[in-house]
Structure formats: structure tokens, C-alpha cells
């Protein structure tokens, strides 16, 4: 019986792992690192980009960035952080030369978020102090560097960038002061991986990325629309519809071009 209840004993773990490895295999899920592969590669060298997308993969960059040293050229300012008192410290620390020069916007919203932070009565100017300073880090230093804006930047804080061109690139919009309109792409977008995993795997991570990329590429066909590049945008509605051939939008368009 001793023999019996040890041998049970050390059948246990092996029990568990039978029974569960199928819903915690995760070996073909590569969304999130896909998704910070397409977006970063399609980024021109130096980037500055904006986004608040950290499930989808500021978190993931951050990593590769700091760990495996990767794309350590780009300067992500993650907007959502920004509402937090260490992460503005954190920044002059990682990215001194793009931050410092906007030091006097960050401690006009400083005096207000720490008094925020700490239960305080804060200014109603606030958020206006808060697009001020992510305007500054736009504009000190829009011309040396390109600068990006991620899609939820766009559509939550309209008051951002509200005097430049958002140009499609990859999944993230480039911007470009007013004036001639600028080339689109989607050759350097190899979604096969990407599409492999979303189709693999389910849940409100995958849900998100997938209508997120077909939005995208939806949007690159719309701009590519309005400056004639009939092909390009063909191109992109179509890789719209691979990732969701529910995207309506995309699907009227394409008919269009017909």
C-alpha cells in the first residue's frame, strides 16, 4: 500500500499536466509578438511613436527592446502611462534628448497629477495641460526625427497633432505637416503568422488584435483611395478581409474598385 500511495503521489503532477496541456499550450500563439514585429518594422529608423497600446505590444516591445535589444533606436512614449508620476521621471531617464526639451510642459502637468496621485484637489486644466505636453514632445521634435501616432491616440485624444497629416504606415500614422501627399505601402506587411495565430487561438486579446489589423488596412486603402493608388488599395482591403471577412467597410470598398 506504501508503494501504491507514493507511486500515486508522484503520478499527480504528471495527471495535471495531461490534463491540461491543451488549453495552456500556447506554442503556436504569436500574435502579440507579430503584431510588435509588423508595427515596428514598418517604423523609419529613429522613430518616436505614441501609442497606448500596451497589451498589444508596447508591453512586448519594451522587452525586446531593453532585453534583447532590439529596434533600441525607437522612442515609445506609452500615452496612458503618462498619467503617472514615475513614468515621466522614467522617460528623462531612458530618453533624455527627446524628453528634457519639452521639461517645462512636463512640470506644468506634474503640479497638477501629483496632487492627482496623492487624493488632492487638482486643476481643472489638467487634461489640457496633458495635450500641451504630448503636443510639445510632437512638435520639439517634428523635423529631426519621424514621429508616429498609434490608432487609439487618434481616436481618444483628437486634440494631439491637430495640424499634421496622419500618414499610414504599417499599423501605426506617420505625421506629416500639411502639404504634398505621401506614397503608401503594404509590401513590407507579411501577415501569414499573424493571420496563422489569430485564426488558432481565441479570447478578447485575439478579438482586439484581429479588428484592430483589419481597421488598419482599411485605413491604408481609404488614404491610398484619395491620393489614387487604385492598386495599393485593393491590396490592402483584401489582406483587410483575410484577417476579418466580416469588416463591411472593407468589403464595400473592394466592390467599389471593381
Known sequence: TEIYTLSLHDALPILSLVANYKINDLSDDHIVPEYTRILTQNLQPNAIILSSQWDFWCS????????????????????ELLRRTWYLNQLLKWYPQTISQCKFAMDEFLIDLEKFESGKKYSNLIQNRFINMLNCFIDANYGNRPIYLTLDVIQQEPDVAPNYQKIPEGFAFRLEKEGTPFAVSVENMDITKLIFSINSNNGHLVDGIRDLVSLNFSLIGNYAVAINQVETAKQAYKKSLIVNPKNSESMRALELLK
Not at 512586448?60 to 500615452?79: N, P
Open 60 to 79: 512586448c516591445f519594451w522587452y525586446k527592446q531593453k532585453v534583447e535589444h532590439y529596434r533600441t533606436d525607437i522612442t515609445l512614449i506609452e500615452k
